[in-house]
């Protein structure tokens, strides 16, 4: 199983950055998918995550009506659009894979696979 994630890059606050992870190796459609972050010094926190048929999504509050997850089970890829990036913005970006339930969703644990990162930098 590979999970290639892709599009990270420096950005200016405010600006916006499409972010995707292209997977390989599992049955795409029938995993929830997440992603998450990890910011220099913290721990990995819960961004967002995406039920299997794409029918429900949850959001941390820091993100909401800034980022919007989405997947596309054709091409085995989720993605993660960002707007109106800020500063405290900058982490690397992991997506996930896994079959999870509610109380794991928006946890590391509720996932089985993992992507090397991709690294977002936002700068004023």
């Known amino acids: 199983v590979q999970l290639q994630a892709s599009g990270g890059g420096l950005v200016q606050v405010g600006g916006s950055l499409r972010l995707s992870c292209a997977t390989s190796?599992?049955?795409?459609?029938?995993?929830?998918m997440a992603w998450f972050r990890q910011a220099p010094g913290k721990e990995r926190e819960f961004v967002t995550a995406?039920?299997?048929?794409?029918?429900?999504?949850s959001l941390v509050d820091s993100v909401k009506g800034r980022f919007t997850i989405s997947r596309d089970n054709a091409k085995n890829t989720v993605y993660l659009q960002m707007n109106s990036l800020k500063h405290e913005d900058t982490a690397v970006y992991y997506c996930?894979?896994?079959?999870?339930?509610?109380?794991?969703?928006?946890?590391?644990?509720?996932?089985?696979?993992w992507g090397q990162g991709t690294l977002v930098t936002v700068s004023s």
């Open positions: 190796g599992l049955t795409f459609s029938g995993y929830d």
């Open positions: 996930a894979a896994g079959r999870t339930i509610t109380s794991t969703r928006s946890t590391p644990w509720g996932y089985s696979y």
């Open positions: 995406i039920r299997q048929n794409g029918g429900s999504t």
